[in-house]
């Protein structure tokens, strides 16, 4: 597909190139310049904590520094005790009457 430069700054990507490449609205894109080309990519978003789970990794990582950490055998034994403690199963009362 090709198309005319024209005064405008801006070029748009057509709607079936951009569905090509699997790029939608709200993706960043590197351009890259060089003699006489430009390439253009999708570049994958990063992930970026929010203030609350920021200060959770802060306070994790400072509990690790200090030795207070619950190792992975340690974890999958509290769960699996806690699944099996789960309680009886009350009987289910038939609530309809005759």
Do not use: H, W
Not at 13 to 20: D, E, L, Y
Not at 27 to 54: G, M, N
Not at 60 to 69: D, L, M, T, V, W
């Amino acid at each position: 597909m090709t198309t005319i430069v024209k005064n405008k700054a801006e070029v748009v990507v057509p709607r079936s190139i951009r569905r090509q490449a699997g790029i939608k609205a709200g993706d960043q894109l590197e351009f890259k310049a060089s003699d006489r080309s430009i390439t253009i990519t999708a570049v994958e978003p990063v992930y970026r904590p929010t203030k609350a789970e920021a200060a959770a990794i802060r306070k994790g990582e400072a509990e690790i520094a200090r030795g207070e950490f619950v190792t992975l055998n340690e974890l999958l034994n509290d769960l699996d005790t806690r699944r099996r403690k789960g309680g009886a199963k009350a009987t289910q009362k038939n609530s309809r009457q005759r």
